[in-house]
C-alpha cells in the first residue's frame, strides 16, 4: 500500500485515493509509457496501465479519458464515486459577424451613467413644458411725481468777445498791447458741460491738449493759454472753474481767480480770459 505526499493509505501507487495527490516515484503522465496525453482526452502512445489498478483503461465518464488511477488525470473525476457524468457544452453556432461568442468583444455589463440618469419613458410620464410667464405686478393710479430739486440740470457755457474786459487788458498792459487788435467780427459759440470737467483752452497737437472747450479760432485769442482753466461739476449739479496756472489769469465777475482754488458759479456768471474772451455760464 502506498502513502501519498499528505500520510493517507493509498490502494493505488500513482495518486491517492483519498485526495487525489500525485504519489512519488509514479510515472509522469508526459513521459512515454506513462498514461494517456490529457491534451485532446484520447489515448497516447506506449502501454497501457500498470497492473493492480481495478478497471484500468476504462474511459472516464466525464471526458472520456481512460482511467489510470482512482482519479481522472484530466478532470480530477474520482472513479467508484457516485457522479453525475460530464458532457460537454453544445457547439455554439456563429454569429452573423462570424466570430464565435468567445471571439466577440464583451458589452459592458451595465449601462452607460447617461442611460442610468435617463429616466426610461415607461417609468415616468412625460410633463409637457409650461412657457414661463412673467408677473406682472398691478399698477395702482398714482399722483404724478414733481421732479427733484436735485435733478441733475443742464448747463451750458456761452462764449463771445468782451470789448469792455478788452479796453481794460490794454490799459493794464502797457505799450506792448497796442499789438493786440479786437476782432471786428466775433461768432458766438454754445458749448453744454457734461461729464465730471471742462478744460478751456487752444488744441495742441505736439502737447497732445485737445480742451472740451476749445478756443483756438479763429479769431484766435493770443492771451489765452493752451490748458487756460477747468469747469469741475459739483456734487449737487452747479460747477466751479479752477485755474491751474495760467499765464494772463482768471477773472470771474470782475474778481481774478486764485491760482488753484475752485470757485463756485451760479446761473449768469461771466468768466473772462485771455485779452478779450468772455464765458458766460447760463443753467437751464
Known sequence: MAICPNGHDSA??????????????????????????????????????????????????????????QFCETCGYKFGAAQPPWSPAPHAPPSASGLSPSSQPMSAPWPSPSAQSAPSRSSAPSVPSVPSVPIVQPVSPTRPVPPSQYAPAVWTAVVSCDRAYFESVRAASGPDAAAVSFPSYYAERRFRLSGSQMRIGRRSVSRGINPEIDLTGPPADPGISRLHAVLIAMPDGSWAVLDPGSANGTVVNGTEVPTGVQVPLRDGDRINLGAWTAIAVQRG
Open 12 to 69: 493505488s501507487d500513482d495518486f491517492c485515493d483519498i485526495c487525489g495527490m500525485r504519489i512519488a516515484g509514479s510515472p509522469s503522465p508526459g513521459r512515454p509509457g506513462s498514461a494517456p496525453s490529457p491534451a485532446m482526452g484520447m489515448p497516447g502512445p506506449g502501454p497501457g496501465p500498470g497492473p493492480g489498478v481495478a478497471g484500468a483503461g476504462d474511459p472516464c465518464p466525464r471526458c472520456g479519458t481512460p482511467r489510470v488511477g
